[in-house]
């Protein structure tokens, strides 16, 4: 079975610009979280969705937004891009919501380069 | 304070050695617990579940300690395939309360 996938891998965009990420779970998965992982820091959680809905947001602005469609693929969206935003973007999908103890799995990553 | 805290490292230590990293938390609702390994520009990957009675997996011995609000990480007769950086996972809440959080991580490096 193929992992989680996302797309694209890398990406140069410059300030002010808006950024669409995109997200492919793991067949049977109905839960996306999206990440961001700054070098040398632990991944930052953005957003949870389970069956379409959003289940958790962290600390970020609202410049950033997400969805998840009826396939359960999501989509992550930044505007108004900072050169802070430059980071590696990760999303991971679970069987179910992760409180409920089941474990998420990371796809490759985006990496935003932000000049 | 960090709502999760990890000693950074890194850690170096000789071929068959054994490892042990711990990982506090502040949040006493927290639910679930896991450990995961990054390779260098890498993506994470599940390491193993925490249980409440610990749990084992191979050389690899889980601990969680809600008491205390730390969860650890044993790893036994350490190779060099196993160094990485080293992430605690801890999630709390439930539906629109979720939140995940990820410990910054602990490097770790196996010399011959």
């Known amino acids: 079975d193929a992992g989680v996938t996302q797309s694209p891998t890398h990406l140069i965009k410059t300030r002010g610009q808006q950024v669409t990420l995109r997200c492919s779970p793991i067949s049977g998965h109905k839960s996306v979280s999206w990440y961001q992982q700054v070098l040398g820091q632990g991944p930052q959680f953005i957003f949870q969705y389970y069956e379409k809905e959003e289940r958790g947001r962290g600390n970020f602005p609202d410049r950033f937004s997400a969805r998840q469609f009826p396939n359960y693929s999501s989509e992550l969206n930044v505007n108004a891009l900072l050169l802070g935003d430059s980071a590696l973007y990760l999303c991971?999908?679970?069987?179910?919501?992760?409180?409920?103890?089941?474990?998420?799995?990371f796809g490759p990553g985006t990496r935003l380069t932000v000049t | 304070r960090k709502e999760v805290e990890q000693d950074p490292g890194p850690f170096n230590v000789p071929e068959g050695a054994t490892v042990a990293f711990n990982c506090t938390y502040s949040?006493?609702?927290?639910?679930?617990f896991f450990w995961y390994r990054q390779d260098c520009r890498k993506e994470p990957k599940l390491l193993m579940s925490?249980?409440?009675s610990g749990n084992e997996d191979g050389r690899f011995t889980a601990q969680l300690n809600r008491a205390s609000q730390y969860i650890s990480l044993l790893i036994r007769d350490s190779k060099l395939s196993d160094s990485a950086t080293y992430l605690c996972?801890?999630?709390?809440?439930?539906?629109?309360?979720?939140?995940?959080?990820f410990g910054s991580g602990t490097r770790l490096s196996i010399r011959p």
């Open positions: 949040n006493s609702a927290s639910q679930s």
């Open positions: 996972v801890v999630s709390s809440g439930y539906s629109s309360a979720s939140k995940i959080i």
């Open positions: 925490v249980y409440s």
């Open positions: 991971a999908s679970s069987f179910v919501v992760v409180e409920l103890s089941y474990e998420q799995y």
